[in-house]
């Protein structure tokens, strides 16, 4: 590492942590350079607390798609407001970043350590860019679909730019027919997953631990109607069926025509073929956090 690049991560790591120039020249060069592992090196002397940027909470930014040849990578990169989304320089580093996580299928580590167009890694333009616009900002996570088997589909919601916006959604089917046959219903249906937000394809793919604390919920909300236990039950069970419905992908009422479930329309679709949903991602800013 040359004298120049050291005092350029010596003055983005006064910027995170306040510390004086001595402490965190020290601090570099007994960590190679890692300006996170430097934070921590601070921390851990006593010398530095938490930074108070990377303590924020970054619940905003952008969701982003990459594609080509039947292949998909997906990114979310968290700002801690809408107006840095915004930000055309943000913009090219979260377009830039969902570039690298397709060509890394999608691994978090593998992008964080990959060289960008400026010849620096992933990572070291992260703190490049907290320090120049003064937000919190993370590669939260990332995913890949890539298959010669299967035909896959991709949809971006509330698009600033094309395949960049705040819900992005990845739809894979395993088919016997072309592509060219199915753009259309390929877009509605990844649309579909984006605005109906499934927790799974069916109900037996459905996590048995939210199936338990869904069924817990609905119990004790019956509890308080007074009502004898076999009749608790059968109201249960009828609302837990509810639970299901609304919330596997082809047991969804169709957005387009609410008088059909998804699997109807699959099997409209389909006539003599086969269309079988084999996998869907679906990325929403700061869901959870």
Known sequence: MSQGETLDKVKKLR???????????????????????????????????????????????????????????????????????????????????????????????????????????????????????????????????????????????????????????????ETNKKKDELLEFGKHLAMHIAASSPLSIDSKDLDQNILKKEKEIIREELKNTGKDNKIIDKIAIGKLNKF????TLLNQEWILEPKKKVKDILKEIAGKGEIKIKKYIRFKVGEGI
């Open 15 to 173: 910027e995170l942590t306040g510390v004086g120039f001595k402490d965190c020249k020290n601090a570099i060069d007994e960590n190679n350079g890692d300006i996170e592992k430097s934070i921590e090196f601070l921390r851990k002397k006593g010398i530095a607390k938490a930074s108070k940027k990377m303590q924020r909470v970054a619940a905003d930014g952008l969701i982003c798609i990459y594609e080509k040849d039947n292949k998909f990578s997906i990114v979310e990169v968290n700002s801690e407001t809408d107006f840095v989304a915004k930000n055309d320089q943000f913009i090219k580093f979260v377009e830039e970043i969902s570039k690298l996580a397709f060509l890394n299928s999608g691994k978090i580590e593998s992008i964080l350590s990959s060289k960008m167009e400026n010849k620096k890694n992933v990572k070291d333009n992260l703190v490049s860019l907290i320090s120049k616009i003064g937000e919190k900002i993370t590669l939260r996570r990332s995913d890949f679909i890539e298959s010669n088997k299967y035909i896959n589909f991709s949809y971006t919601h509330s698009a600033l730019k094309k395949n960049i916006g705040k819900i992005g959604v990845l739809l894979s089917f």
């Open 244 to 247: 299901i419905a609304e919330n």
